[in-house]
């Protein structure tokens, strides 16, 4: 199992998103994905209250400590790499979480278009 290349959406070198929670489906940061993540961790984003709360509903709990998996919990301001899909559902829900461009992987294009994604940029 090793990484695609780390290219963000908008073609440059795909940029840290947290090493504190350390986040990403390698757990080593970044949204780097690979043929065996299915669920394709690769949207840096910054967490609401609002998305963690819409996240836990549709049965992703992000906000409670799974301390067996190294997982502390999120909480609001948090940056951490979601799946692709789960963010746009999210969004049809009307609570996303902010996006950071340079640290979401171009894998994300598969599923959400990069005019989305722009939408709600932090930057």
Avoid at 7 to 24: A, I
């Amino acid at each position: 199992m090793s990484p695609l290349p780390s290219r963000n959406v908008l073609g440059g070198p795909l940029k840290p998103c947290s090493e504190d929670p350390v986040t990403g489906f390698f757990r080593n940061g970044r949204c780097d994905t690979c043929a065996e993540d299915h669920g394709c961790h690769t949207v840096c984003v910054e967490v609401t209250e609002d998305f963690l709360a819409a996240s836990r509903v549709v049965g992703n709990d992000l906000s409670t400590p799974r301390l067996e998996y190294g997982f502390p919990g999120l909480k609001a301001g948090d940056r951490w790499c979601v799946c692709a899909e789960r963010w746009l559902e999210l969004l049809e829900m009307n609570v996303p979480a902010p996006v950071i461009l340079t640290a979401t992987h171009e894998r994300t294009l598969e599923h959400v278009p990069l005019t989305v994604l722009q939408l709600y940029s932090t930057a």
